[in-house]
């Protein structure tokens, strides 16, 4: 078992920025994906950003796009969600996710793995 711990989540104006990290103390991401997935009060999870830790490739939602970037560090072992113009249609509990082998990165059913959330408020 994957232990996933984020930190970053808080409290935002509208148009200001967050930068989230999520990292597993004792395991290397090897050959993983990982992904950045929301939640908002009486919503479905839904998919945010994804990045191959191979290659690097990097996958947004359309609302994401041009706002938020999706990052790796190898070194540190931390997967990155820098948020920028953030809105308050963002407000939600952001978790990570992590698994290996998966056909599509940005499916949630497809994570085995998943840290306990971080929550991200924007007023507005």
């Known amino acids: 078992q994957v232990q996933l711990v984020e930190s970053g989540g808080g409290l935002v104006q509208a148009g200001g920025s967050l930068r989230l990290s999520c990292t597993a103390p004792?395991?290397?991401?090897?050959?993983?994906?990982m992904g950045w997935f929301r939640q908002a009060p009486g919503k479905e999870r839904e998919f945010v950003a994804a990045i191959s830790w191979t290659d690097g490739r990097t996958y947004y939602a359309d609302s994401a796009k041009g706002r938020f970037t999706v990052s790796r560090d190898n070194a540190k072992n931390t997967v990155y969600l820098q948020m920028n113009s953030l809105k308050p249609e963002d407000t939600a509990v952001y978790y990570c996710?992590?698994?290996?082998?998966?056909?599509?990165?940005?499916?949630?059913?497809?994570?085995?793995?998943w840290g306990q959330g971080t929550q991200v408020t924007v007023s507005s």
């Open positions: 996710a992590a698994d290996s082998g998966m056909i599509s990165i940005i499916d949630r059913w497809q994570y085995t793995h």
């Open positions: 004792g395991h290397t991401f090897g050959s993983y994906g």
